[in-house]
């Protein structure tokens, strides 16, 4: 297989594993599903959207830009470019979004 059939495969897999612990943290914290979907929604389309809108920003600071933008590690791992800087950037902060779910399912489990 191609490296850049991996390579997409590899952060839709990230990326899906982090939308997924976003949106199971968000609808622990209200008991409204259609709040939780739209909490949800605005969780995963921030991220999504940052780097198109920090592009328009007037400070000019295309490093933090390419950090953030998931556009670019998406066109970046579909052309068989992987990096391990967006793996460890995507793991840890599903890691810690489900490190916060189980800590509210626990304050809610106590309260």
Request: neutral net charge.
């Amino acid at each position: 297989m191609p490296r850049s059939i991996l390579g997409g495969f590899l952060i839709v897999v990230l990326i899906s594993a982090l939308c997924v612990a976003v949106g199971l943290a968000v609808s622990m914290l209200t008991k409204n599903q259609i709040v939780a979907a739209l909490c949800c929604f605005c969780g995963i389309v921030g991220p999504l959207l940052a780097g198109y809108i920090l592009s328009f920003m007037p400070f000019g600071s295309d490093h933090l830009v390419q950090l953030l933008s998931v556009e670019n590690h998406i066109i970046d791992f579909a052309h068989g470019a992987v990096e391990l800087r967006p793996i460890v950037l995507y793991l840890s902060f599903t890691a810690f979004v489900l490190f916060v779910a189980v800590r509210i399912l626990e304050w809610r489990r106590w309260n």
